[in-house]
């Protein structure tokens, strides 16, 4: 079964990437947090798969982790104290606005991996390309640069542990020499592949001064205008209610919920969660005449 919301245009997978980091990362009240990052692990999780979540969620849980306790022990704002640590106030309410923060940079996390799996080199090339073209021909570099070096370095570490001569296989000094050695071959093979590809853009006449076409397979029809539409107006609503929420609610000197009327937590909820749907639109239409994904 294809994913639905890759066939859309890339300013409209553009658009709903961009709104939904920046909405992760402008509020830490606890009804949008917990809604983002239930939403962003839904999202990842049908992207990748659960292992690919699980291995994501030990670093970023490790962090938010750190965060939550932390917190604490350098901020004691709030009346709620709970208990005392090294003569210092633990208070719920930096407790809370502590788990607030880690739970937010998770989200920001999960997002971030959406947007690896949805926005490829192509895509990303179509939106800036033509507003930024240096930029986005350096970007693209960048991106594909590093996974290559990461399949490099794994293969340079094979290749050195079947000559016996592996990093896990030494010892204090020996190790860190072992682990230098990867790095400068990874280093000269990293140079030498920037040099091939310099000589083959100069030979393609890149930077020569001549207005150069561009051919995209992406043409913006009918759905994406509506669907971009869609998004709009309800990442507007969600802004409304993240701007009234940041008004209306406080954690400092005690917790007080967000006044803000239930409509908003919908139109956020629906938004986030708008892939799934059309996922879901999808898949009901193949069953409903008789297809098997």
């Known amino acids: 079964m294809r994913n639905a919301f890759e066939s859309y245009h890339p300013w409209v997978i553009f658009v709903y990437l961009t709104v939904a980091m920046v909405c992760a990362m402008l509020t830490a009240q606890p009804a949008f947090v917990v809604l983002s990052f239930v939403c962003a ?23 938010g982790l750190l965060v939550w306790l932390v917190n604490p022990l350098f901020n004691h704002r709030g009346l709620t104290v709970l208990f005392m640590c090294m003569d210092n106030p633990i208070t719920l309410e930096s407790l809370l606005y502590g788990g607030c923060t880690a739970v937010m940079l998770m989200s920001v996390w999960l997002w971030c991996i959406c947007w690896n799996q949805l926005m490829t080199t192509e895509r990303f090339l179509h939106v800036c390309g033509r507003v930024f073209p240096t930029m986005a021909l350096l970007m693209s570099i960048v991106m594909r640069m590093i996974p290559q070096a990461r399949h490099k370095a794994q293969a340079i570490a094979q290749a050195q542990q079947a000559m016996g001569l592996g990093i896990a296989q030494a010892k204090g000094k020996e190790r860190v020499r072992r682990g230098v050695r990867t790095a400068t071959v990874l280093m000269a093979l990293s140079l030498e592949n920037s040099m091939d590809t310099a ?22 029809r009918m759905r994406d205008g509506v669907l971009l539409c869609i998004l709009v107006l309800l ?35 629906a938004y986030l969660s708008m892939p799934l749907l059309l996922q879901a639109k999808e898949e ?9 994904g």
Do not use: E
């Not at 692990?41 to 849980?61: E, P």
């Open 41 to 63: 692990s839904a999202y990842a999780v049908y992207l990748t798969n659960w292992q690919a979540y699980g291995r994501a969620m030990r670093h970023v849980g490790l962090l």
């Open 235 to 269: 990442a507007g609503t969600s802004v409304a209610g993240i701007c009234l929420g940041m008004r209306t609610a406080a954690f400092y000197p005690f917790f007080q919920a967000a006044d803000i009327s239930p409509l908003f937590y919908a139109a956020y909820a």
């Open 284 to 292: 009901w239409s193949w069953k409903r005449f008789g297809f098997r």
């Open 199 to 220: 000589d083959a853009m100069r030979s393609r006449g890149y930077g020569a001064g001549v207005k150069r076409t561009a051919f995209s397979p992406f043409h913006f």
